[in-house]
């Protein structure tokens, strides 16, 4: 048996490349919202955070029954074993379209009640409902997405996902424009003209995936021509693999959620601020976010092909490419905070308010790099219900760490960032015992 790394530093980046062009596209989206919003008022830009960071919680459920996917069509590509992957994909869309009408109906009858019980500004808690009313629109198209992507990443086919990426990125720039400002005709809507443009380009999205699929992809070698009688055992089996990633993606972006809603109540500037620094962490987290995806799938990959003693070198090489990508924004967020935050506002009492906390952001990176990349090393393994208790135990230690900084401490904003550094932290220690400890070699899904 090779004991050896399977993959190289270049087939890992080749791998890698497509979908940290798809991250930055996708955020280059957020990167746009922020950056319009933040010309219309502070209300809208720290309303855009509540109600963005709302949506992705529910939407949360799809996507880690689509990871879960992911990791099942990993392993069987690596099996090759390809006729099951097709109805992976197919099934997993039907029954991830039938959550998607569960979410829309939960968001559009719930929002408001969930939303005024805990904000304090009712201009913020109004601009949130108004931006999720329309969002949510769009849920049904990101669902299809998602499965697309889970069968391009499984099958590390994932050079599409860049193009795809890019052509979101261009409506939602184009209807951000004309929406968000009464452009080309449209009416001035705002925020709402946010949301809708999101939906558009999620929409164009599945569109092109059909197109592209249809007309590129070797559709009996996959079985996609043919799906075999038993959906239910399909479901079965990906959510086998997949709850307890959906359970952990709600919780950690539920978290967040909470972290958001302990800024509100430190001012509708703080909480402006905090959106503007989310925006530029993402941004500069995208390397660590598309090696993590990486990881999940040459690690299930690997395991499919029965190199079990490969997959703790490939970690490392993997950590250590995260690593040196992530130290090299460190000085370019440290020298030029300033003109980093001017793409999202041109407000110099914002920038103020958020320059501090860059500091933290960029003291946050390297720590990430270790963090994320060996939780989701944990997933890849397929053994999603030990990353399920590592979140859990990870994220009540850090609500008691913020709780106690913004509401004991009356900690500053930069403070109460930290938060970050004590969650990238906590997730790598936990993660780097469990898989140094070699009780995922015996997992099967």
């Known amino acids: 048996m090779n004991h050896s790394t399977p993959y190289s530093y270049r087939q890992i980046y080749n791998v890698a490349y497509p979908i940290f062009i798809t991250l930055l596209v996708q955020n280059l989206i957020q990167v746009t919202d922020t950056a319009f919003l933040g010309r219309v008022g502070e209300v809208e830009l720290g309303a855009s955070a509540i109600a963005g960071i709302f949506y992705i919680v529910i939407f949360t459920l799809a996507f880690g029954f689509s990871n879960g996917s992911q ?25 991830l379209l039938l959550i998607a009408l569960c979410m829309f109906l939960f968001v559009r009858t719930f929002s408001r009640p969930a939303l005024s019980a805990v904000l304090s500004s009712t201009a913020v808690l109004e601009a949130s409902v108004t931006y999720l009313n329309h969002r949510v629109w769009g849920i049904f198209f990101a669902c299809i997405n998602v499965m697309f992507r889970a069968f391009y990443t499984g099958t590390t086919k994932t050079r599409i996902l860049s193009i ?21 005709g449209f009416p001035v809507m705002g925020i709402a003209g946010a949301a809708i443009a999101s939906v558009i380009a999620e929409a164009t999205s599945v569109l092109f995936f ?19 009688p038993g959906a239910r055992a399909v479901v079965k089996n990906i959510l086998n693999v997949s709850l307890s990633l959906m359970l952990q993606y709600m919780i950690s972006l539920g978290t967040w959620l909470i972290f958001f809603l302990f800024i509100e109540k430190m001012g509708e500037r703080s909480l402006a601020a905090s959106n503007v620094v989310r925006s530029i962490y993402i941004l500069f987290a995208i390397p660590v976010f598309a090696l993590s995806t990486t990881t999940n799938t040459l690690v299930s990959n690997t395991i499919g092909t029965g190199n079990i003693n490969g997959v703790k070198p490939l970690i490392w090489k993997i950590v250590r490419a995260a690593l040196c990508l ?15 935050l001017s793409v999202y506002t041109s407000d110099p009492n914002l920038i103020s308010a958020a320059r501090p906390s860059m500091i933290v952001v960029a003291l946050t990176l390297p720590v990430m790099a270790f963090g994320n990349l060996f939780f989701s090393s944990v997933s890849g393994t397929g053994n999603t219900r030990t990353a399920l208790l590592i979140e859990m135990g990870v994220m009540c230690f850090y609500l008691t760490y913020v709780y106690l900084l913004v509401n004991v401490a009356k900690a500053s904003l930069a403070i ?3 938060s970050e550094i004590v969650y990238a932290g906590g997730i790598f220690i936990f993660s780097y015992f469990y898989i140094k400890s070699g009780k995922w070699k015996d997992r099967r899904i």
């Open 71 to 95: 990791i099942i069509i990993g392993r069987r590509n690596g099996e090759q074993n390809y006729k099951q992957i097709g109805e992976i994909v197919v099934v997993g869309t039907l029954f």
């Open 326 to 340: 992530a130290l090299f924004f460190v000085p370019v967020i440290l020298l030029f905070p300033d003109l980093t």
């Open 416 to 418: 109460c960032w930290t």
């Open 164 to 184: 795809n990426a890019g052509i979101m990125a261009g409506v939602n720039v184009v209807f951000d424009y004309a929406l968000i400002f009464g452009h080309f």
């Open 210 to 228: 059909f197109s592209y699929t249809l007309l590129t992809i070797d559709l009996k070698k996959y079985g996609f021509t043919f799906i075999r």
